[in-house]
T-cell receptor, first 112, second 114 residues
Framework: DAKTTQPNSMESNEEEPVHLPCNHSTISGTDYIHWYRQLPSQGPEYVIHGLTSNVNNRMASLAIAEDRKSSTLILHRATLRDAAVYYCILRDRAGNNRKLIWGLGTSLAVNP | EPEVTQTPSHQVTQMGQEVILRCVPISNHLYFYWYRQILGQKVEFLVS????????KSEIFDDQFSVERPDGSNFTLKIRSTKLEDSAMYFCARGTGIGANVLTFGAGSRLTVL
């Protein structure tokens, strides 16, 4: 399974943008880039995913490098509720292998 | 879409006892998953279930584990004889969106084995 590398932790101030990086240099052409987050004492929550083009949704934006070997999750205005562990995961779009392989993620602290 | 509901939220059991964890994801979904997370560790894949059959399982999912969809709506994970190391949060998830490419997780069931 292709692996991802994320910083262990990051810190932000409330209402400021946050850029969470992820390296995935061994990504294959059929891998989607998924981001999930896990708030304290809760189940994981889907944030966003993309393949090649940048993506936007109500929660965040995903900027994907042209060579797809890295990506950045962008929270445009961090809130206290965004304090969570953020996971960058590669998921093969082909075949029946749909499981997610989780790393340790980035623990985001948001200061008031 | 409605959320994934898991019961019980917390179960305490003695080592060697059988445990059944339940998940109600909605009957018209095809892809379901169980994951677990030992306190302070990574989320680990256990098993995926597609069209009422196991499609993939991890090394963790040994003969002590089984999954069923007994009535077309509930989705259960059974641990036949619990061990201390089975203590963890167990998350059920269903596949949603185009191609069931996105997972929607439940809040989890915390299992404590004494």
């Amino acid at each position: 399974d292709a692996k991802t590398t994320q910083p262990n932790s990051m810190e932000s101030n409330e209402e400021e943008p946050v850029h969470l990086p992820c390296n995935h240099s061994t990504i294959s052409g059929t891998d989607y880039i998924h981001w999930y987050r896990q708030l304290p004492s809760q189940g994981p929550e889907y944030v966003i995913h993309g393949l090649t083009s940048n993506v936007n949704n109500r929660m965040a934006s995903l900027a994907i490098a042209e060579d797809r070997k890295s990506s950045t999750l962008i929270l445009h205005r961090a809130t206290l509720r965004d304090a969570a562990v953020y996971y960058c995961i590669l998921r093969d779009r082909a075949g029946n292998n749909r499981k997610l392989i989780w790393g340790l993620g980035t623990s985001l602290a948001v200061n008031p | 879409e409605p959320e994934v509901t898991q019961t019980p939220s917390h179960q305490v059991t003695q080592m060697g006892q059988e445990v059944i964890l339940r998940c109600v994801p909605i009957s018209n979904h095809l892809y379901f998953y169980w994951y677990r997370q030992i306190l302070g560790q990574k989320v680990e894949f256990l098993v995926s279930f597609y069209n009422n059959e196991i499609s993939e399982k991890s090394e963790i999912f040994d003969d002590q584990f089984s999954v069923e969809r007994p009535d077309g709506s509930n989705f259960t994970l059974k641990i036949r004889s619990t061990k201390l190391e089975d203590s963890a949060m167990y998350f059920c998830a269903r596949g949603t969106g185009i191609g069931a490419n996105v997972l929607t997780f439940g809040a989890g069931s915390r299992l404590t084995v004494l």
